[in-house]
């Protein structure tokens, strides 16, 4: 008898693993594929990889206007393929290895729900106190005939010359961004009048100019069933994922209007002794990081250790600039009843900024006026992925502008405009 089966090997899958390990559980995960879901495999991970070169390619060509000398820059996609997919492979070989050491067993099965108390994977009965639905997510089945998802683009062994993109989501956006640097053409087709509806409009707006900038086309307002698309394109359909339940049986669980499993904040199901976590999860925000931290939470509750409020989630775009936030706006806080208060710091004052950019950015930090307390941010400009790390400890610990001020931040470096924009927004408490 295991005190917890885990159904799929993603971030959320295997974070419940490792934590229930920890807290003494005998547990068995099951993965019929890949170790590390699509976050590893087809996601994160080997987008990041070719961000990181899109990156390292466009500064060089940047850098000539400062007295770099170099020759024609250009990118042997075969070999970066050859790149990325080694690196994909040697995190999960990572993995799998952790796993054994964890004493975690692994079966590589697809597995069914037979009961709340047992699983059924290749011809086996595994008995369990507790199940964990972690099967993630999927891209939507692209509509247009031809036309692959992020998935299938990243399976490509040629980099696409020329590449089309319906859709103004994170995936549409830092696919946009990765190939325009790498130096293919680039167009979005998108049905609203701006990228990145979820987000903060003045961050959707700034990276949308920012997008153009570099000659990326984006077209507004468009209709996809009568969208006439040239010969030659490779098209990314990039209109959002859902929850994979393909094989769970809805005896067990409920399925909620996006598809998803509804779940409440321990991550129970309807059916006493199963859970569900990650990107299956009803109205999940589709993060690793999220993903995670729900599957470690359902491993503690599991251990008898009652998790507190969910954190803050933290969004990322790897764009050019990053854009990252976390919390809420003024707008939501204001929604709320809440007495918000926002201060923006611009970074072309950023010596680090200026050295690593021209791209505009900036960073936006709102408060509680009466305690002070950091509500949320949102951020756009260099390594923001990184700094929004040092806001997000601070909207979950309830930290005041005062508190982060006492804090002495490092010159010159991107992370001291927090500093700055503290300071500003410390004065409007004050009527400054």
């Known amino acids: 008898m295991y005190d917890l089966a885990i159904i799929g090997g993603g971030p959320a899958g295997y974070s419940a693993a490792f934590e229930a390990a920890r807290l003494h559980l005998k547990t068995v995960l099951f993965e019929a594929k890949h170790l590390g879901g699509t976050c590893l495999n087809e996601g994160c991970v080997p987008t990041k990889y070719l961000a990181h070169l899109a990156g390292v390619?466009?500064?060089?060509?940047?850098s000539e206007k400062d007295g770099l000398m170099v020759g024609e820059v250009g990118i042997d996609?075969?070999?970066?393929?050859?790149?990325?997919?080694?690196?994909?492979?040697s995190l999960r070989d990572g993995l799998e290895q952790h796993l054994g050491r964890e004493a975690i067993e692994l079966?590589?099965?697809?597995?069914?729900?037979?009961?709340?108390?047992?699983?059924?994977?290749?011809?086996?009965?595994?008995?369990?106190?507790?199940?964990?639905?972690?099967?993630?997510?999927?891209?939507?089945?692209?509509?247009?005939?031809?036309?692959?998802?992020?998935?299938?683009?990243?399976?490509?062994?040629?980099?696409p010359s020329r590449l089309h993109i319906l859709g103004g989501g994170a995936i549409a956006v830092e696919f946009a961004d990765i190939f325009r640097r790498l130096g293919a053409e680039v167009a979005i087709s998108i049905r609203a009048d701006r990228i990145l509806r979820n987000w903060d409009r003045e961050i959707a707006v700034s990276l949308m100019q920012s997008m153009k900038r570099k000659g990326i086309?984006?077209?507004?307002?468009?209709?996809?069933?009568?969208?006439?698309?040239?010969?030659?394109?490779?098209?990314?359909?990039?209109?959002?994922?859902?929850?994979?339940?393909?094989?769970?049986?809805?005896?067990?669980?409920?399925?909620?209007?996006?598809?998803?499993i509804i779940t409440d904040a321990y991550g129970r199901t309807k059916t006493a002794g199963i859970f569900a976590?990650?990107?299956?999860?009803?109205?999940?925000?589709?993060?690793?990081?999220?993903?995670?931290?729900?599957?470690?939470?359902?491993?503690?509750?599991?251990?008898?250790?009652?998790?507190?409020?969910?954190?803050?989630?933290?969004?990322?775009?790897?764009?050019?600039?990053?854009?990252?936030s976390v919390g809420m706006t003024e707008a939501e806080a204001a929604a709320e009843g809440l007495d918000a208060v926002s201060a923006k710091q611009n970074l072309y004052a950023n010596a680090r900024t200026r050295i690593a950019t021209s791209e505009r950015g900036f960073m936006k930090v709102v408060a509680d006026r009466k305690s002070h307390k950091i509500l949320g941010a949102q951020l756009m400009g260099e390594r923001a992925g990184d700094i929004v790390a040092e806001?997000?400890?601070?909207?979950?610990?309830?930290?005041?502008?005062?508190?982060?001020?006492?804090s002495t931040r490092p010159h010159p470096s991107y992370c001291e405009a927090i500093t700055d924009v503290l300071q500003a927004l410390g004065g409007k408490f004050h009527g400054i």
Not at 57 to 62: D, F, P
Not at 145 to 154: F, K, M, T
Not at 281 to 301: C, D, F, I, K, P
């Open 391 to 406: 806001l997000a400890l601070a909207v979950n610990g309830g930290l005041s502008v005062e508190a982060l001020l006492a």
């Open 277 to 324: 976590a990650g990107d299956v999860v009803e109205g999940s925000w589709q993060l690793a990081h999220t993903g995670m931290e729900e599957g470690r939470r359902v491993a503690g509750y599991l251990a008898g250790i009652l998790p507190g409020k969910p954190a803050a989630v933290v969004r990322c775009l790897y764009t050019d600039p990053e854009v990252a």
């Open 57 to 62: 390619c466009a500064s060089v060509k940047a």
């Open 217 to 260: 086309a984006i077209h507004r307002q468009c209709d996809f069933k009568n969208l006439a698309l040239e010969e030659g394109l490779v098209v990314l359909s990039a209109l959002g994922r859902k929850a994979n339940i393909e094989g769970i049986n809805r005896e067990w669980v409920e399925i909620g209007p996006a598809g998803g």
């Open 77 to 89: 996609y075969a070999r970066t393929k050859l790149g990325m997919d080694k690196l994909v492979s």
């Open 107 to 159: 079966v590589r099965e697809r597995a069914y729900i037979s009961s709340p108390e047992e699983i059924l994977a290749g011809g086996k009965r595994y008995p369990a106190r507790n199940i964990l639905i972690a099967t993630g997510a999927c891209a939507k089945k692209p509509f247009i005939e031809g036309a692959v998802s992020s998935d299938g683009l990243l399976k490509r062994q040629t980099m």
